[in-house]
T-cell receptor, first 115, second 115 residues
Framework: DAGITQSPRHKVTETGTPVTLRCHQTENHRYMYWYRQDPGHGLRLIHYSYGVKDTDKGEVSDGYSVSRSKTEDFLLTLESATSSQTSVYFC??????????????FGSGTRLTVV | AQSVTQLGSHVSVSEGALVLLRCNYSSSVPPYLFWYVQYPNQGLQLLLKYTSAATLVKGINGFEAEFKKSETSFHLTKPSAHMSDAAEYFCAVSPYGGATNKLIFGTGTLLAVQP
């Protein structure tokens, strides 16, 4: 999607290996989010960031960590990949909450398979 | 805690027929409400949003939704379905004036349009 890029788009990895997914934005938005999408569960929030070096946990954060050292980049790391982390991962960005109600702009997703 | 419930994980309509996708929300504070659409192998796109202005909200591609506080509902409608409307649709809620602008998503409704 324009202004937000996820990499890689597809990845197959082995159980127990660390994996890092990258989200890059060119919109200078403050808020960034990582979701996972699984059939029957919709989108569930993993971690989010409200500024450089300011991050917090979402509802399914176990086994994941994040970092945001620059406004434009938000990294999601699976510390030791498990088969239950096979999913499609989406990054999203949003504008200042003061303006409120703008919703998100989503990336195109990363399809991760853990074998 | 906030949540949304989407009734019907699969909805099938004939081309030209009315589309009705149901969403009920739970929120202890006035909410922002959103509908997103996801086409195969793509990220989510914003269809429309309710931000406490007009209760009838018009979105892209001929979709609209009505906020009904008494029914805690935000159903999505389109008078006449088109083949290109086949996609998955997600309802989402965010607290009005929330500190982090987080969105909580429903589990999605897959819309099929029959010729």
């Amino acid at each position: 999607d324009a202004g937000i890029t996820q990499s890689p788009r597809h990845k197959v990895t082995e159980t127990g290996t660390p994996v890092t997914l990258r989200c890059h934005q060119t919109e200078n938005h403050r808020y960034m989010y990582w979701y996972r999408q699984d059939p029957g569960h919709g989108l569930r929030l993993i971690h989010y960031s409200y500024g450089v070096k300011d991050t917090d946990k979402g509802e399914v954060s176990d086994g994941y960590s994040v970092s945001r050292s620059k406004t434009e980049d938000f990294l999601l790391t699976l510390e030791s990949a498990t088969s239950s982390q096979t999913s499609v991962y989406f990054c999203a960005i949003s504008e200042s909450v003061i303006q409120g109600g703008y919703g998100y702009t989503f990336g195109s997703g990363t399809r991760l398979t853990v074998v | 805690a906030q949540s949304v419930t989407q009734l019907g994980s699969h909805v099938s309509v004939s081309e030209g027929a009315l589309v009705l996708l149901r969403c009920n929300y739970s929120s202890s504070v006035p909410p922002y409400l959103f509908w997103y659409v996801q086409y195969p192998n793509q990220g989510l796109q914003l269809l429309l949003k309710y931000t406490s202005a007009a209760t009838l909200v018009k979105g892209i591609n001929g979709f609209e939704a009505e906020f009904k506080k008494s029914e805690t509902s935000f159903h999505l409608t389109k008078p006449s379905a088109h083949m290109s409307d086949a996609a998955e649709y997600f309802c989402a809620v965010s607290p009005y004036g929330g500190a982090t602008n987080k969105l909580i998503f429903g589990t999605g409704t897959l819309l099929a349009v029959q010729p």
